[in-house]
């Protein structure tokens, strides 16, 4: 069963402009990674973060992760178009399952 | 890093026949190999875990009898979609993770995106 929730569901913003999605799961978690799907294809790995760090940056991407409240949130500054795309979270659990959330669909507008 | 690689990418098939679909760790191995499936505009779906060596672990709702898993050795792990309705139709997709603990990361296969007619 799905643990993870993304909020929103779906997000349009104007290029150059940062895009954050926030995702909360339930259970005690590993790690939780951040996944990117473009239209009909398959999943890129794009940050991971473990259960004991808080932050983690890659690039123009910034994840934090608060195991208190269950909750992590992806940061995109200055958006693309190419970062059109629909973007999960995935917790990994004590169990090295992987529940993933149900994704935000992110739309860069030009 | 650590590939999964997945075969075949994409597969037509008729109702009532099976389907094939392998998944292979290509640099590690991997004792436990998970299946998703993906319906359009959705999310993935654990479909159950395949562990090597012995009887998959099937997720709630998942019928066991239709969507056969194997896991023959270390770094491969089938799932077969017998009597293929359009139904199954859909994005399937694996997952291995090379560590354990907080540093293990999952990797996943090119997924294949099966259409049963």
């Not at chain 2, 499936?37 to 060596?53: D, I, V, Y």
């Amino acid at each position: 069963s799905q643990q993870g929730e993304e909020d929103p569901q779906a997000l349009s913003i104007q290029e150059g402009e940062n895009a954050t999605m926030n995702c909360s799961y339930k259970t005690s978690i590993n790690n939780l990674q951040w996944y990117r799907q473009n239209s009909g294809r398959g999943l890129v790995h794009l940050i991971l973060i473990r259960s004991n760090e808080r932050e983690k940056h890659s690039g123009r991407l910034r994840v934090t992760l608060d195991t208190s409240k269950k909750s992590s949130s992806l940061l995109i500054t200055a958006s693309r178009a190419a970062d059109t795309a629909s973007y999960f979270c995935a917790t990994l659990g004590r169990d090295d399952k992987i529940i993933f959330g149900k994704g935000t669909r992110l739309h860069i507008l030009p | 890093g650590a590939v999964v690689s997945q075969h075949p990418s994409r597969v037509i098939c008729k109702s009532g026949t099976s389907v094939k679909i392998e998944c292979r760790s290509l640099d590690f191995q991997a004792t436990t190999m998970f299946w998703y499936r993906q319906f359009p505009k959705q999310s993935l779906m654990l479909m159950a875990t395949s562990n090597e060596g012995s009887k998959a672990t099937y997720e709630q709702g998942v019928e066991k009898d239709k969507f056969l898993i194997n896991h023959a050795s270390l770094t491969l792990s089938t799932l077969t979609v017998t009597s293929a309705h359009p139904e199954d139709s859909s994005f399937y997709i694996c997952s291995a993770s090379e560590l354990q603990g907080i540093s293990a990361e999952a990797f996943f296969g090119q997924g294949t995106r099966l259409t049963v007619v």
